[in-house]
């Protein structure tokens, strides 16, 4: 039955990109994506918390034939990132109706198709396919919406830096490919013990190089912001759920699996790993603050949570290097658990943003007072995925933050002094990151949905308030049963690590990492007490409203009645406290420019900028740019056109050629 469903969806989903294509209006493809959604959701449902059997396709990719497999680890980051996909899918993008949107809408049906194989493809050559198309139907989706004016410019950004990381798999999956004598990927896992040591560690970087690049590690970040930005929070939803998790899911199946776990130069990437995903996490939360649009701030946090992950998945890797192999275990499953939450979550506000887009024609972060006009539902869900990305009890974001750092805290258990030192030293890093973050979505929250409410937005729909609600309240489900919920990862932690460690996570109601005498937790129990906790201040409210008469008075501004609007709070006023302090991680730069009326006396008006300036664009990319366009001028000399020109290249091909001919033996 799964293996029936999982068809379904992907003819659901070819069939609906041809629909977007060629029938007019958008309704046929946005129900194949939607059912073919529910389809890819029954079917991870029904094969958790086992494996569904390989299935051969029936054709050959090169010489290899092409096959298909899902384990518990993959249904598990697939089944979180369609629940969001859906609704993004179902509500649709919030660029005007028509062919447009139909180009987004097959660009959606590509991603989803590519992420499948993706996940699920067991040979290199059709992996690299399916890792191709779901960059290109990217692409298409943003292109589609056409809701900026540099959209072309960010995708093209977006695809370049892709495209390097896309070679980097290749020669990574060439490597690994030429020793094991065969590009199966049950081939690469049979040879990984008699690799070169040397080899491990080039192998080991070029995937970090490689799915680094679609998660928004350094110096790749720098995409996520432009090319989100141009697009609508429908696809800020498919490219923080599915597409995030399908490149963390190859990352961590090409660490875990195709490298060796011991020796020296695999200890080396581990490390590598921790270190480049919580700096990258640093970065990544630091440039957020700093965001005055909805999209372009959680894209910077998806890039800050994949980061996380990163650095969780490396310390697996550490751990099962040194012999930790339960701990190990308990560090790849966080990673899953964590990347759940943040499906649910970030989908949850980015639809949020397309209600902001909506209501007020921007997805500018400023005080509109939203919420005073929409939804009660729309706030709770939004409410909840917020408190879950600030890692606020007892959300989702909350349980994945402490298990990430009480996996840290254990890791003090290896003997190597090395792997001690890293392991506290991301510790720190991460604490600083949970900190920024947690200021990041009060802002999110406080500055973009509350404030005074003098723009007097519109009534959103019922159902897109329905669906950031059941999103929200998804993400406190999750939290509330993580103790039942994180038992189907057993099948998957036992065949990686040879340990359950599921079993072990939990004691009845309680969390525990591996250990109750370490640590505890129970998001089920606090789901409960909070309520009953939050009865003393609800009381002692009534009896202040019942004892004293409630007395609205003006914002004191130096004893001057000022404009509410003139002395709200702005993004740029909450975050430039962060700013000015790190100003050598920001670099701020500071515009101020003059318009004149009537001569150069009379100024008409001032206008200031300020911005964040970009850390790897002058200094890497823009090299880079210049490097490639000197190049270009050089070698223009191909195309000028000039017929004796093209004759003398082929008289030296000639020469080339009898001379190989003649002396090659």
Same mark, same amino acid.
């Given at each position: 039955?799964?293996?029936?469903?999982?068809?379904?969806?992907?003819?659901?989903?070819?069939?609906?990109?041809?629909?977007? /294509?060629?029938?007019?209006?958008?309704?046929?493809?946005?129900?194949?994506?939607? @059912?073919?959604?529910?389809?890819?959701?029954?079917?991870?449902?029904?094969?958790?918390?086992?494996?569904?059997?390989?299935?051969?396709?029936?054709?050959?990719?090169?010489?290899?034939?092409?096959?298909?497999?899902?384990?518990?680890?993959?249904?598990?980051?697939?089944?979180?990132?369609?629940?969001?996909?859906?609704?993004?899918?179902?509500?649709?993008?919030?660029?005007?109706?028509?062919?447009?949107?139909?180009?987004?809408?097959?660009?959606?049906?590509?991603?989803?198709?590519?992420?499948?194989?993706?996940?699920?493809?067991?040979?290199?050559?059709?992996?690299?396919?399916?890792?191709?198309?779901?960059?290109?139907?990217?692409?298409?989706?943003?292109?589609?919406?056409?809701?900026?004016?540099?959209?072309?410019?960010?995708?093209?950004?977006?695809?370049?830096?892709?495209?390097?990381?896309?070679?980097?798999?290749?020669?990574?999956?060439?490597?690994?490919?030429?020793?094991?004598?065969?590009?199966?990927?049950?081939? *690469?896992?049979?040879?990984?013990?008699?690799?070169?040591?040397?080899?491990?560690?080039?192998?080991?970087?070029?995937?970090?190089?490689? *799915?680094?690049?679609?998660?928004?590690?350094?110096?790749?970040?720098?995409?996520?912001?432009?090319?989100?930005?141009?697009?609508?929070? =429908?696809?800020?939803?498919?490219?923080?759920?599915?597409?995030?998790?399908?490149?963390?899911?190859? /990352?961590?199946?090409?660490?875990?699996?195709?490298?060796?776990?011991?020796?020296?130069?695999?200890?080396?990437?581990?490390?590598?790993?921790?270190?480049?995903?919580?700096?990258?996490?640093?970065?990544?939360? *630091?440039?957020?603050?700093?965001?005055?649009?909805?999209?372009?701030?959680?894209?910077?946090?998806?890039?800050?949570?994949?980061?996380?992950?990163?650095?969780?998945?490396?310390?697996?890797?550490?751990?099962?290097?040194?012999?930790?192999?339960?701990?190990?275990?308990?560090?790849?499953?966080?990673?899953?658990?964590?990347?759940?939450?943040?499906?649910?979550? #970030?989908?949850?506000?980015?639809?949020?943003?397309?209600?902001?887009?909506?209501?007020?024609?921007?997805?500018?972060?400023?005080?509109?007072? /939203?919420?005073?006009?929409?939804?009660?539902?729309?706030?709770?869900?939004? @409410?909840?995925?917020?408190?879950?990305?600030?890692?606020?009890?007892?959300?989702?974001?909350?349980?994945?933050?402490?298990?990430?750092?009480?996996?840290?805290?254990?890791?003090?258990?290896?003997? =190597?002094?090395?792997?001690?030192?890293?392991?506290?030293?991301?510790?720190?890093?991460?604490?600083?990151?949970?900190?920024?973050?947690?200021?990041?979505?009060?802002?999110?929250?406080?500055?973009?949905?509350?404030?005074?409410?003098?723009?007097?937005?519109?009534?959103?729909?019922?159902?897109?308030?329905?669906?950031?609600?059941?999103?929200?309240?998804?993400?406190?489900?999750?939290?509330?049963?993580?103790?039942?919920?994180?038992?189907?990862?057993?099948?998957?932690?036992?065949?990686?690590? %040879?340990?359950?460690?599921?079993?072990?996570? #939990?004691?009845?109601?309680?969390?525990?990492?591996?250990?109750?005498?370490?640590?505890?937790?129970?998001?089920?129990?606090?789901?409960?007490?909070?309520?009953?906790?939050?009865?003393?201040?609800?009381?002692?409210?009534?009896?202040?409203?019942?004892?004293?008469?409630?007395?609205?008075?003006?914002?004191?501004?130096? %004893?001057?009645?000022?404009?509410?609007?003139?002395?709200?709070?702005?993004?740029?006023?909450?975050?430039?406290?962060?700013?000015?302090?790190?100003?050598?991680?920001?670099?701020?730069?500071?515009?101020?420019?003059?318009?004149?009326?009537?001569?150069?006396?009379?100024? #008409?008006?001032?206008?200031?900028?300020?911005?964040?300036?970009?850390?790897?664009?002058?200094?890497?990319?823009?090299?880079?740019?210049?490097?490639?366009?000197?190049?270009?001028? #050089?070698?223009?000399?191909?195309?000028?056109?000039?017929?004796?020109?093209?004759?003398?290249?082929?008289?030296?091909?000639?020469?080339?050629?009898?001379?190989?001919?003649?002396?090659?033996?």
């Amino acid at each position: 039955m799964p293996n029936e469903l999982l068809l379904a969806m992907a003819v659901l989903w070819g069939l609906s990109f041809f629909a977007a /294509l060629l029938i007019p209006g958008r309704v046929p493809a946005r129900i194949g994506i939607a @059912l073919g959604c529910i389809a890819g959701i029954a079917a991870c449902w029904m094969i958790l918390p086992g494996t569904e059997s390989l299935v051969s396709l029936g054709f050959c990719v090169s010489d290899t034939p092409v096959r298909f497999q899902l384990d518990a680890g993959g249904c598990w980051l697939i089944l979180f990132g369609l629940l969001p996909a859906f609704f993004a899918s179902t509500l649709g993008t919030t660029a005007a109706p028509g062919i447009n949107s139909r180009c987004w809408l097959a660009g959606l049906a590509m991603t989803l198709l590519g992420a499948l194989g993706v996940f699920g493809l067991q040979d290199a050559m059709s992996f690299l396919i399916a890792w191709e198309v779901m960059s290109i139907g990217g692409a298409v989706m943003i292109l589609g919406e056409q809701l900026a004016q540099g959209a072309g410019g960010s995708t093209l950004f977006m695809l370049a830096l892709l495209e390097v990381g896309a070679v980097a798999l290749l020669l990574a999956l060439l490597l690994l490919g030429n020793h094991a004598g065969s590009s199966a990927f049950a081939d *690469f896992v049979a040879a990984q013990q008699t690799a070169p040591s040397t080899r491990t560690l080039v192998v080991g970087l070029l995937l970090l190089f490689g *799915f680094g690049a679609k998660l928004g590690m350094l110096p790749f970040y720098e995409w996520f912001p432009a090319a989100y930005g141009s697009g609508s929070g =429908a696809t800020g939803v498919i490219f923080s759920g599915v597409v995030l998790n399908a490149a963390f899911y190859a /990352l961590s199946r090409g660490v875990l699996e195709w490298l060796p776990r011991t020796g020296g130069w695999t200890m080396s990437v581990a490390i590598i790993m921790i270190a480049v995903g919580v700096v990258s996490a640093i970065l990544t939360i *630091f440039i957020a603050f700093q965001e005055e649009d909805w999209r372009r701030l959680l894209s910077l946090s998806s890039a800050e949570n994949a980061g996380v992950a990163v650095g969780t998945l490396g310390t697996s890797l550490l751990l099962a290097v040194v012999g930790l192999s339960g701990l190990a275990a308990l560090a790849w499953i966080v990673c899953l658990l964590h990347l759940a939450g943040h499906s649910l979550a #970030k989908g949850t506000l980015f639809l949020t943003a397309d209600g902001v887009f909506t209501a007020n024609e921007s997805y500018f972060i400023h005080q509109t007072g /939203l919420l005073r006009n929409a939804s009660i539902f729309f706030g709770i869900g939004a @409410l909840f995925a917020t408190m879950s990305l600030a890692a606020l009890p007892p959300q989702a974001g909350f349980v994945s933050e402490w298990y990430v750092f009480q996996t840290l805290f254990q890791g003090m258990q290896a003997d =190597a002094i090395a792997a001690r030192l890293t392991l506290a030293l991301a510790a720190a890093g991460l604490a600083l990151v949970v900190a920024v973050a947690l200021a990041t979505f009060a802002k999110l929250f406080g500055i973009g949905l509350l404030g005074d409410g003098h723009t007097t937005p519109v009534h959103l729909s019922w159902a897109r308030c329905g669906a950031v609600f059941l999103l929200g309240l998804c993400v406190l489900i999750l939290a509330v049963g993580m103790p039942w919920w994180v038992q189907a990862l057993g099948s998957a932690s036992q065949s990686l690590f %040879g340990v359950s460690a599921p079993g072990a996570m #939990k004691d009845h109601w309680l969390l525990v990492p591996l250990s109750g005498h370490f640590a505890f937790i129970s998001p089920s129990k606090l789901v409960i007490a909070g309520p009953l906790l939050a009865l003393i201040p609800i009381g002692l409210f009534l009896i202040s409203r019942s004892a004293f008469h409630l007395r609205r008075v003006p914002v004191w501004s130096g %004893g001057r009645r000022e404009d509410t609007r003139r002395i709200a709070t702005t993004s740029l006023a909450f975050s430039n406290a962060l700013r000015t302090f790190y100003g050598f991680i920001y670099g701020p730069t500071h515009n101020l420019e003059r318009e004149y009326d009537h001569g150069p006396y009379f100024v #008409k008006r001032l206008i200031f900028n300020q911005e964040v300036a970009p850390i790897f664009g002058p200094y890497l990319f823009s090299p880079l740019v210049g490097l490639v366009r000197r190049v270009a001028e #050089k070698i223009g000399i191909l195309q000028s056109g000039y017929l004796n020109f093209y004759n003398a290249l082929i008289g030296i091909l000639l020469v080339l050629i009898l001379g190989l001919a003649l002396f090659y033996r």
